[in-house]
């Protein structure tokens, strides 16, 4: 909570300051709901990207949703209706918390904690979101670098499984897939070769990890 309503305000406050009301705020995060995307897409609207821009851009940033979701995919199956739902409102921060709660209990309990956990984290995001947007409307605020908030985010849950797990390899191999393609790739489009080569080495090393893939 503590976390979505934060970067939802640091969101709502920079779609102000592009320029939009706030009804712009929730109208995104009720139906786009895609965490750094929605940064992203600030600079698209401001810069009135046409549809084409947009869509590849979601396409290159949200690529790792893709992955997020293989890993849960029989579960989402057996959800029913809900599934639908899961897939869409999977972020980062969500399959954090799928991955940190994955097992305990039947599988009944693990499918609607897991709902309830998607449901609450968009609540958040948005609440923030709609926050953000009507105080940048009230206060004058200087947001310069509110962008690193989704940054320090992403380093805590990194930080957090890190610590709660006893295998690191995955993480290991997560990092250096990462550097190696920013070096040689460059920092624009290494994410997504980044993401395939640690799937395909996590696959091959899947005998030595004893830990599920997503932590």
């Known amino acids: 909570m503590m976390g979505y309503l934060v970067l939802g305000i640091a969101f709502g406050l920079l779609l102000h300051q592009a320029g939009y009301h706030w009804l712009w705020a929730l109208g995104i995060s009720c139906i786009v709901f895609a965490g750094s995307l929605q940064f992203v897409?600030?600079?698209l609207l401001a810069q009135e990207a046409s549809l084409v821009a947009v869509?590849?851009?979601?396409?290159?940033?949200?690529?790792?949703?893709l992955f997020y979701g293989l890993s849960f995919i029989e579960q989402f199956r057996n959800m029913g209706k809900r599934g639908f739902y899961m897939m869409f409102s999977l972020t980062d921060e969500t399959y954090a918390l799928l991955c940190a709660t994955s097992g305990v209990g039947s599988q009944e309990e693990q499918n609607a904690r897991s709902f309830w956990i998607a449901v609450f984290d968009q609540c958040y995001w948005v609440t923030g979101s709609v926050a953000g947007a009507v105080l940048g409307s009230l206060i004058s605020f200087?947001?310069?670098?509110?962008?690193f908030a989704m940054t320090a985010l992403f380093t805590v849950i990194f930080v957090e499984q890190w610590l709660t797990v006893k295998h690191h390899l995955p993480a290991i191999i997560g990092i250096v897939c990462a550097v190696v393609s920013l070096i040689f790739i460059g920092p624009d489009n290494f994410l997504l070769p980044a993401l395939i080569a640690t799937v395909t080495l996590l696959l091959l090393g899947r005998p030595l990890i004893e830990e599920p893939v997503c932590a």
Request: glycine share 10%.
């Open 41 to 43: 897409l600030v600079g």
């Open 55 to 65: 869509a590849v851009t979601t396409l290159l940033v949200n690529s790792r949703h």
């Open 142 to 147: 200087n947001i310069t670098g509110i962008e």
